[in-house]
């Protein structure tokens, strides 16, 4: 009983006094225990991903396993913004029915809030990139000014309904506690299903809209783990580069689609993003 006591304590004090047991590095049990690190349970120790903190963190973090286990998430998105059209007047002289000259000046002077929600899926290629795919629909009005020398002509809504399917690449930095911030860019196809219906003089917009583009989309933003779902507030930039504005015209008012000459959709979102 003696010998076996003895034997013990010898054991643990070895144990303690030389916590790697001779294999050069401490077990994980014994640096967990020495520096408080939270446990990391993936499927397999051997799952932890490059670039996974070499340092023992000890402020506790959330749903560790999140970005490291499931290459496939979903979650949904509610997105607020400022819809604008980036216009070139044309210098080609312009005449109305009377066959009096009409040079207009064309802008949109105020920006003008949109509201969207989408569908999120995100697969993770590995731990610094995902592949996002987010579809959903956006609504906003856009009103379109035409100045004649100073004085404001007239001033037509255009009216949006952007059917979205945004197809982005996701860079994630190291994630530091809870929190991770991250740069997306892409492409985003849409249709305007507002400029699909039939074109006439009835809503004051005497010009028409091309239903179709595809925009250049970049952003940055940062997530946030919770207990039971990941947050992300994210900004960005629309850039369409297809010219909005039609070749359609309607009888006596050929001169105010005739007053631009190129028309880009342009516009900033601000999401909030749960998965």
Same mark, same amino acid.
């Given at each position: 009983?003696?010998?076996?006591?003895? =034997?013990?304590?010898?054991?643990?004090?070895?144990?303690? =006094?030389?916590?790697? *047991?001779?294999?050069?590095?401490?077990?994980?049990?014994?640096?967990?225990?020495?520096?408080?690190?939270?446990?990391?349970?993936?499927?397999?120790?051997?799952? !932890?991903?490059?670039?996974?903190?070499?340092?023992?963190?000890?402020?506790?973090?959330?749903?560790?396993?999140?970005?490291?286990?499931?290459?496939?998430?979903?979650?949904?998105?509610?997105?607020?913004?400022? +819809?604008?059209?980036?216009?070139?007047?044309?210098?080609?002289?312009?005449?109305?029915?009377?066959?009096?000259?009409?040079?207009?000046?064309?802008?949109?002077?105020?920006?003008?809030?949109?509201?969207?929600?989408?569908? +999120?899926?995100?697969?993770?290629? *590995?731990?610094?990139?995902?592949?996002?795919?987010?579809?959903?629909?956006?609504?906003?009005?856009?009103?379109?000014?035409?100045? *004649?020398?100073?004085?404001?002509?007239?001033? !037509?809504p255009v009216q949006s309904v952007l059917v979205e399917a945004a197809l982005l690449l996701k860079y994630k930095a190291r994630r530091h506690s809870d929190v991770r911030p991250y740069m997306v860019?892409? +492409?985003?196809?849409?249709?305007?299903?507002?400029?699909?219906?039939?074109?006439?003089?009835?809503?004051?917009?005497?010009?028409?809209?091309?239903?179709?583009?595809?925009?250049?989309? =970049?952003?940055?933003?940062?997530?946030?783990?919770?207990?039971?779902?990941?947050?992300?507030?994210?900004i960005k930039y629309v850039m369409g580069m297809l010219n909005a504005i039609s070749s359609k015209t309607l009888s006596g008012y050929?001169?105010?689609?005739?007053?631009?000459?190129?028309?880009?959709?342009?516009?900033?979102?601000?999401?909030?993003?749960?998965?």
């Amino acid at each position: 009983m003696g010998f076996c006591a003895a =034997a013990t304590a010898q054991g643990r004090s070895s144990l303690v =006094a030389n916590p790697d *047991n001779g294999s050069g590095s401490p077990d994980r049990a014994t640096r967990v225990i020495s520096q408080k690190q939270p446990l990391y349970t993936p499927s397999k120790l051997s799952d !932890m991903p490059p670039g996974f903190p070499s340092k023992l963190i000890t402020h506790p973090l959330t749903q560790q396993h999140y970005d490291y286990t499931k290459r496939l998430h979903f979650g949904f998105v509610v997105a607020v913004g400022a +819809l604008d059209y980036s216009i070139t007047s044309s210098k080609e002289t312009q005449y109305n029915s009377n066959g009096e000259s009409s040079d207009y000046f064309v802008d949109v002077s105020t920006l003008s809030p949109s509201m969207g929600v989408a569908a +999120l899926m995100d697969y993770r290629i *590995n731990h610094s990139f995902s592949l996002r795919l987010q579809a959903g629909p956006t609504f906003g009005t856009r009103y379109i000014n035409f100045f *004649n020398a100073d004085s404001l002509a007239e001033s !037509m809504p255009v009216q949006s309904v952007l059917v979205e399917a945004a197809l982005l690449l996701k860079y994630k930095a190291r994630r530091h506690s809870d929190v991770r911030p991250y740069m997306v860019a892409g +492409l985003t196809p849409y249709c305007d299903v507002a400029a699909l219906k039939p074109f006439n003089e009835k809503g004051g917009l005497y010009i028409a809209i091309n239903p179709f583009d595809i925009a250049l989309t =970049a952003g940055l933003g940062i997530d946030a783990y919770a207990n039971f779902f990941k947050f992300s507030l994210e900004i960005k930039y629309v850039m369409g580069m297809l010219n909005a504005i039609s070749s359609k015209t309607l009888s006596g008012y050929e001169n105010f689609p005739k007053s631009i000459d190129k028309m880009y959709s342009h516009s900033f979102v601000l999401s909030i993003i749960f998965e």
